[in-house]
């Protein structure tokens, strides 16, 4: 059984430019969370999705942030317009949903390095 | 919302002795508590957690107690190894904007000297 599954592992863009960061979750998991990690800090929750809906965005910067789970695919999270201070590590996690187990499993996460 | 507090935030233990990792909580509604190893570079990964209607829990070297009265709970490592040494970070699952989110500490290095 797969794990949680992030691409790309590392991601350098420059100012201005947009990054694209996928995840797909573990196999029978339907639920998912993305993380922000800065350096040297903890994990920050971003936002929680499910098929086809934002369930809780509330960690979510409110300009140039945005996340889906589409029906099918992966998760998406975007960042349009880059800046030095979204340099980090991007983590999506999964579970496989309510009333069941509440573990979140996390991908090996995207790091991204805006020059 | 939820505010989670780790401490310490550095740890350095000499091998086989216990390493004890403490963390409070503001919300108590908040239902599940876990503990996750993150090594340099690597993912985090889950070691041990507890849910709100238990008090303790073991796995092996690992333990976790909770007091909800207090809203703390601790991680406990006995016989330390060097393998041990890594980033540990507790969190809090909350149950507000839909439930499931996780409030993390800001994590506790931990060091085991030979």
């Known amino acids: 059984n797969a794990g949680v599954m992030q691409n790309p592992r590392h991601l350098v863009r420059r100012r201005g430019q947009e990054a694209r960061l996928r995840c797909s979750p573990m196999?029978?998991?339907?639920?998912v969370y993305w993380y922000r990690q800065l350096p040297e800090e903890g994990l920050k929750f971003m936002v929680y999705l499910q098929k086809e809906n934002i369930i809780d965005e509330s960690g979510m910067p409110k300009e140039r942030f945005s996340a889906e789970f589409p029906k099918e695919g992966p998760s998406i999270l975007r960042i349009q317009q880059v800046v030095r201070g979204d340099s980090a590590a991007y983590f999506c996690a999964s579970s496989p949903g309510q009333g069941a187990s509440y573990e979140q499993f996390f991908g090996p996460g995207t790091r991204l390095t805006v020059l | 919302g939820e505010n989670v507090e780790q401490h310490p935030s550095t740890l350095s233990v000499q091998e086989g002795d216990s390493a004890v990792i403490k963390c409070t909580y503001s919300d108590s509604a908040s239902n599940y508590f876990p503990w996750y190893k993150q090594e340099l570079g690597k993912r985090p990964q889950l070691i041990i957690d507890?849910?709100?209607?238990?008090g303790e829990k073991k796995d092996q070297r690992i333990a976790v107690t909770l007091n909800k009265t207090a809203k703390h709970f601790s991680l406990h490592i006995t016989e330390t190894q060097p393998e041990d040494s890594a980033v540990y970070f507790c969190?809090?699952?909350?149950?507000?904007?839909?439930?499931?989110?996780?409030?993390f500490g800001t994590g506790t290095q931990l060091k085991v000297e030979l």
């Open positions: 196999k029978g998991h339907s639920h």
């Open positions: 969190a809090a699952r909350g149950l507000t904007g839909g439930g499931n989110k996780l409030t």
């Open positions: 507890i849910r709100s209607n238990v």
